[in-house]
């Protein structure tokens, strides 16, 4: 989802609404453009004409309104069947086709959807932290980044796992975090856009700003995006 030009474009979204006079019980809004009428009664017939064209423009307009309208709060998308972390191998899920999704668990040469994992104990690290104080500090710097105008909440946690809903105007973005079984000290995490086809570099711009915050923490990264 939507990066700084894509948050300003949704939040700066203005529509005209009014009630339906149907005296049936409706949760439909009437959409209806923002413009002056022009009331003259003295319109010679060209301008009758020119009224006749503004109409076919006004229908196509609103069609377009609608048809946003409906994009942002009927089609968010439903949460996917195949998140959470895989069992052969285990692994967070690969990314779609669509250019809206980063993961570790992709191949370092996909540079459109790979994203290199964190370590929460990188070498040279004076006070190693454990993987239950790592978790908190992850939820503590995931509740407290700004996020580009998204709203984040922690939506599911285990011992291991968090996965976060990341949210704007009804669209929402799936973002996990799993800390692998083992001695090790790797954090892998996947952020997509449930959808479209573009998200602006929202998720990377997005596990960037999370990865800077934890760098002040003591983390590294194996490289940057």
Not at 6 to 30: D, E, I, Q
Not at 65 to 92: C, H, M, R, W
Not at 141 to 169: G, H, M, N
Not at 189 to 208: L, M
């Amino acid at each position: 989802m939507a990066a700084s030009s894509s948050s300003t474009f949704y939040t700066n979204l203005k529509f005209c609404t009014k009630p339906s006079n149907n005296n049936k019980a409706s949760s439909l809004l009437r959409i209806s453009l923002c413009h002056k009428n022009n009331n003259n009664n003295h319109e010679d017939n060209n301008n009758n004409n020119s009224n006749s064209n503004l109409n076919r423009r006004e229908l196509i307009l609103r069609s377009s309104e609608i048809a946003t309208v409906g994009a942002i709060f009927n089609f968010s998308g439903k949460k996917p069947d195949y998140l959470g972390v895989q069992k052969n191998p285990p692994s967070l899920a690969l990314c779609p086709a669509t250019k809206n999704c980063i993961s570790t668990s992709e191949n370092i040469t996909d540079t459109i959807h790979y994203a290199p994992p964190w370590n929460y104990n990188p070498e040279g690290r004076k006070n190693p932290i454990s993987r239950e104080e790592a978790m908190e500090e992850l939820i503590d710097v995931i509740e407290s980044t700004p996020a580009d105008k998204f709203t984040p909440r922690i939506v599911e946690r285990k011992e291991d796992y968090i996965r976060v809903e990341y949210s704007i105007l009804g669209f929402v973005d799936d973002v996990e975090f799993w800390f692998p079984p083992g001695k090790g000290s790797t954090v892998e995490y996947r952020s997509a856009s449930r959808v479209g086809n573009f998200d602006f570099d929202a998720n990377k711009k997005r596990i960037k700003a999370l990865r800077q915050e934890l760098e002040k923490r003591g983390w590294a990264s194996a490289e940057t995006i």
